[in-house]
């Protein structure tokens, strides 16, 4: 599938110039370099590019510095996608814990991996800095479901037991017997993720009965809007949680959960943005008779929307176009070169 190259300015290229004066001050060009090096060397991309590229408004067909700004144009590619790579493979084996560990384990170590190559390229990015603590919390509680995993099956079923009597004792508000159970699951199961959470709620809940029935109600509250699909309203009661919780994993969860799927329809409603582009701009090139181009439009179109309108009906009868406009143009040859004989014999025969 063959994407038609849209001109466009890349954002690390659009920062750059900002932080660039609007005259290029009389430094060598050495200097420049030397000082872009030194940036591009401590991972400050942005200056760095932004040194290079005054260097082009002195030499604008130096090919070395045009190199060099390729260069970290593909390094920062290169970046970006081991970001979402990671970004991926953690949203994966978040939803497979703690149901398939095996298989959280194998999404986990791809998240973990990918988040490294990033971080070695650009460790100063804010988005990987935010990430860095999101990949120690998942490999630690990989590690902690593959333990309990390990487990023989009379712990394994006193573990089951403890925590549902636990989670019950909580609806319950018997707190101290809650608190009781999981202490019990911690002595055998260190630091598991679910008996941590549940021993600071049932720790919370005897210390300040008043925050942790706000807590529960705002939970309540925003799982019903979540489950009524009204993500926005959702996440502000989640975020109200963690403004009086920080620690707070349900809440956590479900804002990962929300967040996934904003981005989600947002990217949907780009996709269909560029589907629509494409499609306009198959049918104008049709008109023009640009058949090759309007192939490449609606072939776009539908591989950023399976089935987009009637993309593919048309994309399908570019070939009896193409075969109707050669013949339209084969007649219109033959009755030019027959009205160039007529007028050559008029003009014989008047000169005769």
Same mark, same amino acid.
């Given at each position: 599938?063959?994407?038609?190259?849209?001109?466009?300015?890349?954002?690390?290229?659009?920062?750059?110039?900002?932080?660039?004066?609007?005259?290029?001050?009389?430094?060598?060009?050495?200097?420049?370099?030397?000082?872009?090096?030194?940036?591009?060397?401590?991972?400050?991309?942005?200056?760095?590019?932004?040194?290079?590229?005054?260097?082009?408004?002195?030499?604008?067909?130096?090919?070395?510095?045009?190199?060099?700004?390729?260069?970290?144009?593909?390094?920062?590619?290169?970046?970006?996608?081991?970001?979402?790579?990671?970004?991926?493979?953690?949203?994966?084996?978040?939803?497979?814990?703690?149901?398939?560990?095996?298989?959280?384990?194998?999404?986990?170590?791809?998240?973990?991996?990918?988040?490294?190559?990033?971080?070695?390229?650009?460790?100063?990015?804010?988005?990987?800095?935010?990430?860095?603590?999101?990949?120690?919390?998942?490999?630690?509680?990989?590690?902690?479901?593959?333990?309990?995993?390990?487990?023989?099956?009379?712990?394994?079923?006193?573990?089951?037991?403890?925590?549902?009597?636990?989670?019950?004792?909580?609806?319950?508000?018997?707190?101290?017997?809650?608190?009781?159970?999981?202490?019990?699951?911690?002595?055998?199961?260190? *630091?598991?993720? #679910?008996?941590?959470?549940?021993?600071?709620?049932? =720790? +919370?809940?005897? %210390? !300040? $009965?008043?925050?942790?029935? &706000?807590?529960?109600?705002?939970?309540?509250?925003?799982?019903?809007?979540?489950?009524?699909?009204?993500?926005?309203?959702?996440?502000?009661?989640?975020?109200?949680?963690?403004?009086?919780?920080?620690? *707070?994993?349900? #809440?956590?969860?479900?804002?990962?959960?929300?967040? =996934? +799927?904003?981005? %989600? !329809? $947002?990217?949907?409603?780009? &996709?269909?943005?560029?589907?629509?582009?494409?499609?306009?701009?198959?049918?104008?090139?049709?008109?023009?008779?640009?058949?090759?181009?309007?192939?490449?439009?609606?072939?776009?179109?539908?591989?950023?929307?399976?089935?987009?309108?009637?993309?593919?009906?048309?994309?399908?009868? +570019?070939?009896?176009?193409?075969?109707?406009?050669?013949?339209?143009?084969?007649?219109?040859?033959?009755?030019?070169?027959?009205?160039?004989?007529?007028?050559?014999?008029?003009?014989?025969?008047?000169?005769?």
């Amino acid at each position: 599938m063959r994407f038609r190259v849209r001109k466009t300015i890349p954002a690390l290229a659009l920062v750059a110039v900002m932080m660039m004066s609007t005259a290029v001050s009389p430094q060598s060009v050495e200097e420049l370099d030397r000082r872009a090096s030194e940036f591009y060397k401590n991972k400050e991309f942005t200056r760095a590019l932004g040194e290079w590229l005054r260097i082009l408004e002195i030499e604008p067909d130096n090919e070395l510095i045009q190199k060099k700004i390729e260069m970290l144009y593909e390094e920062k590619h290169r970046k970006d996608l081991a970001f979402q790579m990671a970004r991926f493979h953690y949203r994966l084996a978040r939803q497979e814990l703690p149901v398939d560990v095996q298989k959280a384990k194998e999404d986990s170590d791809v998240a973990i991996a990918s988040f490294v190559t990033a971080y070695r390229i650009d460790p100063a990015d804010p988005d990987l800095q935010l990430m860095r603590e999101d990949m120690r919390r998942l490999q630690e509680e990989v590690r902690i479901e593959l333990a309990k995993k390990r487990l023989s099956e009379e712990l394994r079923q006193r573990y089951i037991a403890l925590m549902e009597d636990a989670a019950a004792r909580m609806k319950s508000m018997e707190f101290e017997r809650a608190l009781a159970n999981y202490k019990e699951v911690l002595k055998f199961v260190p *630091n598991d993720t #679910a008996a941590l959470e549940g021993l600071r709620n049932a =720790e +919370l809940a005897i %210390s !300040n $009965r008043l925050k942790y029935e &706000k807590i529960q109600l705002l939970l309540a509250a925003g799982i019903a809007l979540f489950g009524e699909k009204k993500y926005k309203d959702a996440r502000n009661d989640f975020e109200e949680v963690l403004a009086l919780d920080i620690k *707070n994993r349900e #809440a956590k969860k479900y804002i990962d959960q929300i967040d =996934e +799927l904003l981005e %989600s !329809n $947002r990217n949907l409603e780009l &996709k269909r943005i560029q589907a629509e582009q494409f499609y306009l701009s198959g049918i104008e090139n049709v008109r023009k008779k640009n058949f090759d181009q309007a192939a490449d439009d609606f072939e776009n179109a539908l591989s950023l929307i399976k089935n987009y309108k009637d993309a593919r009906a048309r994309l399908e009868g +570019l070939d009896k176009l193409r075969k109707e406009y050669a013949e339209e143009q084969r007649l219109l040859r033959l009755r030019n070169i027959d009205r160039e004989f007529q007028n050559g014999l008029l003009a014989y025969s008047e000169g005769r």
